[in-house]
């Protein structure tokens, strides 16, 4: 604290006389700048801003927004105008409006685009019955002060330091039909015994997610740890005066309020559960058994066939299904913000 | 230090229910890291004895050929090096121009703060496949003769600085803004009506206060970019100018003829990240925390 004051005197004997608090006289909005509804701190500031104060800060907030908003929404905006015609990619001319056809097309009688639909589903129910209450579950010993918490949680939480492409040679390593880990140890590893967890696509969808659960509960434990460590120690103390055993606290006492925690990996898991590509891509390019969304626009792309109006209608449903998600949960974290 | 003390107190009595957890945690830790220590064992064996021997063996010798050879064969110091010339611009300015925006939105209220800082942490939260397209298309539509090797953004490190920078301000944006917030307002005000620019205000007084707040998200974020694959899968066209993480890809059937150089490769990729994130732990973790908290 004694730092900062410092600084703060500093700033002001050093500064240029000349731009020393002189509000702009007259100027319109400095006097009606809707005082009445509004009376927080911060808004006795715009008074005191010169001309070049305010160049600057719009310099400050205009550079960026620029930049996030020409390459995220302009495009996501691009996307979706896309979507309602045909390309090849050569020439603006060869741009066609088409109307509904991409999407009557992809709907109808593309015979991935369900499956993988299906399968960006499966991923979320399975990361949201699976590593997310083990996560909790182990936040919550964890939380207990044991001795090598510490290590306990590095272990678990390794495979989120790493990368999705690594995860997916780590992986392969132990799903390899011949040389992994897994039919080396149960048998299957010889001709007419083979599992093959890759290549099956019966199969290779979970062992994908046995891969993507892994990488899911470190990151879940390390959410729900934050999310203990601000439950008050009072409640836990006055439940178990109550006579409370320790499921009976934790259900009644402890989970109610990790509520915001609870917001944030869910929305987190959706998220997650759309954005899926990196793992499946190592691992089979998202062939037969293991296409998803993010797979099927990517292939648009980077395959052979260049259909940028089809691929961009995929990518306008999930775009659509995330800003449904999105939306509702910035309203809700930031009107709550306003309030604190 | 007088409740960690009551803490160590409170844990002396040794109750059986406490070994069996100790039990539990030390066995799913233990599983957590198998595939990790299966890649390790299987890069340190040679591939003529695994093949015939099998995998599931006793070793007849452990050694670290694997990782030297895949280092080399590969010329994986020149993906590290494409990786630090994407990475550490595209930190500093995300770090830059996010803060920028914080300032702006959490030290002065004008009415766009509101929908400005939306509009800037919805978009992290998009996938990423959402934009791809048109974002290919755009980097085709770009010419940089001279500034770029491709001649174009697509193809170029620059580009791929460009979207990890606009995509990861998002996050960061929303991070700060929530950090410089809970900043006395005395402070800036005090500077302010002594006279000192706003940029004074944002360059001494603000962005100092934030260095905790600044290394977390630093440290997240190196690891964040280092990691990507997707960007640098479809922006990049020539092998040579892949970073790390995605050049992996295409050097597992390119030059590695066995998988315990496969191994050995990945794991040699993983390396920085560890490090960064054995060193930085509490960073990454109260990084990860700051941005989820406060839902």
């Known amino acids: 604290m004694t730092v900062t004051a410092k600084t703060g005197t500093g700033t002001g004997a050093t500064s240029t006389p000349g731009t020393a608090a002189v509000p702009p006289p007259g100027h319109p909005d400095n006097v009606t700048s809707g005082q009445a509804e509004r009376l927080r701190a911060p808004l006795g500031h715009r008074r005191l801003l010169t001309r070049r104060d305010r160049l600057t800060l719009g310099l400050m907030a205009g550079v960026p927004t620029i930049l996030h908003v020409l390459l995220v929404w302009l495009t996501a905006l691009a996307s979706i105008a896309l979507a309602f015609t045909t390309w090849d990619g050569i020439g603006f001319d060869a741009i066609k409006w088409v109307g509904l056809q991409n999407f009557r097309e992809l709907f109808t009688s593309n015979p991935q685009f369900w499956p993988a639909v299906e399968h960006n589903v499966t991923w979320f129910v399975v990361l949201i019955l699976i590593p997310t209450p083990l996560g909790l579950f182990l936040a919550v010993q964890l939380d207990k002060n044991i001795r090598f918490s510490k290590v306990y949680q590095t272990a678990f939480f390794l495979p989120v330091v790493l990368s999705m492409a690594v995860i997916g040679f780590v992986w392969q390593l132990v799903y390899n039909p011949d040389t992994g880990l897994i039919n080396s140890l149960i048998g299957a590893n010889k001709p007419g015994h083979y599992i093959d967890w890759i290549g099956d696509p019966d199969l290779n969808l979970w062992s994908v997610l046995i891969a993507a659960s892994w990488r899911h509960t470190g990151y879940m434990m390390i959410l729900y740890l934050a999310g203990l460590k601000g439950v008050d120690p009072a409640l836990r103390e006055a439940s178990s005066l109550d006579g409370a055993n320790e499921w009976q606290t934790f259900k009644n006492v402890i989970f109610p309020t990790l509520r915001p925690t609870n917001t944030v990996v869910l929305v987190v898991t959706i998220i997650e559960a759309l954005r899926a590509f990196d793992l499946v891509f190592v691992f089979n390019k998202g062939a037969e058994g293991t296409e998803l969304l993010s797979i099927l626009v990517t292939n648009n792309i980077i395959g052979e066939s260049s259909r940028i109006g089809y691929g961009s209608a995929i990518a306008v449903v999930l775009l659509v299904i995330s800003l449904a998600v999105i939306i509702p949960y910035l309203i809700a974290t930031f009107r709550k913000e306003r309030r604190a | ?3 960690v003390s009551a803490l160590a107190k409170q844990r002396t009595p040794v109750r059986p229910a406490r070994i069996l957890l100790h039990v539990f945690l030390a066995g799913c830790a233990l599983a957590w890291l198998a595939p990790l220590l299966w890649a390790m064992y299987a890069a340190m064996r040679p591939y003529a004895e695994t093949s015939a021997k099998g995998y599931v ?83 085709l539509l770009i010419d940089l003769p001279g500034i770029t090797m491709s001649g174009k953004l697509y193809d170029s490190a620059l580009g791929l600085v460009l979207i990890h920078v606009a995509f990861q301000s998002g996050f960061c944006a929303f991070v700060l803004a929530n950090y410089m917030r809970s900043l006395p307002h005395e402070l800036t005000e005090a500077a302010l009506v002594d006279g000192a620019s706003v940029w004074r205000l944002y360059w001494q007084i603000v962005l100092p206060l934030c260095k905790p707040a600044m290394a977390a998200l630093a440290t997240l974020l190196s690891i964040w970019i280092y ?69």
Not at chain 2, 130 to 139: D, E, G, N, Q
Not at chain 2, 253 to 265: K, R, S
């Open chain 2, 227 to 295: 990691n990507d694959f997707f960007w640098a899968l479809v922006l990049i066209s020539t092998g040579e100018n892949m970073p790390i993480t995605s050049a992996l890809n295409n050097l597992s059937g390119q030059y590695f003829t066995d998988p315990n150089l496969v191994a050995a490769g990945a794991l040699l990729t993983a390396i920085p990240t560890l490090i960064v994130y054995f060193v930085l732990q509490r960073q990454f973790v109260s990084g990860l925390t700051l941005g989820a908290n406060k839902g």
């Open chain 2, 57 to 139: 063996s006793w070793p007849d010798e452990l050694s670290l050929d694997n990782f030297t050879n895949a280092f080399e064969q590969s010329d994986m110091l020149h993906y590290f090096g494409n990786t630090l010339l994407i990475a550490v611009p595209a930190v500093l300015l995300t770090l830059f121009l996010s803060s920028m925006v914080a300032f702006y939105v959490s030290r002065f209220d004008f009415r766009v703060n509101l929908f400005l800082l939306l509009v800037f942490t919805a978009g992290n939260l998009l996938p990423q496949q959402v934009i791809i397209t048109p974002l290919y298309r755009l980097y």
């Open chain 2, 1 to 3: 230090m007088s409740t």
